[in-house]
């Protein structure tokens, strides 16, 4: 689905980076939009595990303190957020894809697909989509992408945090099986003690094995 016409909706709006996190669902509405949904992802950067999406839509006007872009956030403010959120959306979803997908295709598609699967998780189904990144979601939605939209939106920042805590709890169940890789620290991310593993015992099952540091280290 191509964004362009989004541009149509808000041809005031492409200056410099705003201030206000609700102004991006301010304006949606505005568009005859009420239902808006923030959608963002976490782990494309990783060696190892899947890469996880999630959607959120929260009542109109709603702030939620301390919540923003989750890489800004310590794990344990995240944590307290990911129930807060819940509880306050109107509806939220998760969208998981697997390893093999990201191997079998590449990280682009599987991070797309796995916006779609929590776009259409979704109960009820949104009116308008806020998309974290340049790239739209496959879904028969008018939506706007928001180059770090994390930052700008606070609907997509809410999807931020529920994306990436819900990843991080997949790679500290994947640590239990696979402790040689340190996955509870380090998530799947190449860090010095990850990549010293791969060279010593080589990937494990859930490592992605098309990535360079995998198969090269």
């Avoid at 996190?21 to 509405?29: S, W």
């Avoid at 890469?51 to 890489?71: C, N, Q, Y």
């Avoid at 189904?125 to 939506?143: K, T």
Wanted: aromatic content about 8%.
């Amino acid at each position: 689905m191509n964004s362009s016409p989004n541009r149509l909706l808000f041809p005031e709006f492409f200056g410099p980076l705003e201030k206000d996190p609700l102004v991006h669902e301010r304006l949606a509405r505005q568009a005859g939009h009420h239902f808006i949904a923030g959608v963002d992802e976490a782990g494309r950067g990783p060696l190892a595990g899947p890469v996880v999406a999630a959607a959120v839509v929260l009542p109109e006007d709603t702030r939620l303190p301390g919540i923003r872009d989750s890489k800004k956030m310590t794990a344990r403010a995240r944590e307290a957020a990911f129930d807060r959120i819940q509880e306050t959306a109107l509806t939220s979803a998760i969208g998981v894809v697997s390893h093999e997908f990201i191997d079998q295709f590449n990280i682009l598609r599987a991070s797309l697909e796995a916006m779609r699967l929590a776009v259409q998780a979704l109960d009820p189904r949104p009116e308008f989509l806020l998309v974290d990144g340049i790239h739209s979601v496959n879904v028969p939605l008018p939506q706007r992408c928001l180059k770090r939209g994390d930052q700008l939106s606070h609907s997509i920042s809410a999807a931020s945090v529920l994306a990436k805590v819900y990843r991080d709890r997949i790679m500290n169940a994947y640590h239990k099986m696979y402790s040689t890789y340190g996955f509870d620290h380090n998530k799947g991310y190449g860090t010095r003690y990850h990549l010293k593993a791969l060279r010593r015992y080589g990937p494990c099952p859930v490592h992605r094995v098309t990535f360079k540091r995998v198969v090269e280290e």
